[in-house]
């Protein structure tokens, strides 16, 4: 069975208004994924909604509520924190609970949610690609 990987990460983070964070860090993360396990399923919600920041008060809220569920549906959570992001946090909370694997990509090493509740963490996206190239990682997570 392949395995599901829920891509999680900043979308808004701190940014006012209607501001978005890039998100071509998706990209890079689906491709070093697939380089490791080519036969898993990434889901990423940014792909299936990149106008929720247009949603409705109740479309928004029932939207990240499903995608909540779909990370604790996972067999690995990737988190891209490269400043905080209170919907991400969210996202790790409930996978740490459920028992999902959290991987976790960020400068933040000592906040709290990335250090307590990730398995691992990588402060750099290159830190991540180069993990994913050891051997031992085709029995993670």
Known sequence: MPKRFFLAGIIQGSQRGRRLYPQDYRERIKRALEGRFPKAVIFCPYELHPNSIDYDSKKGKETFLRMIEEAKRSDCLVAYLPEASLGTAIEIWECYKSGVPIWTISPMGENWVVKFFSTKIFPSL???????????????P
Request: charged share 35%; no cysteine; glycine share 0%.
């Open 126 to 140: 290159s830190d991540f690609e180069t993990y994913l190239q050891e051997p031992e990682v085709v029995r993670s």
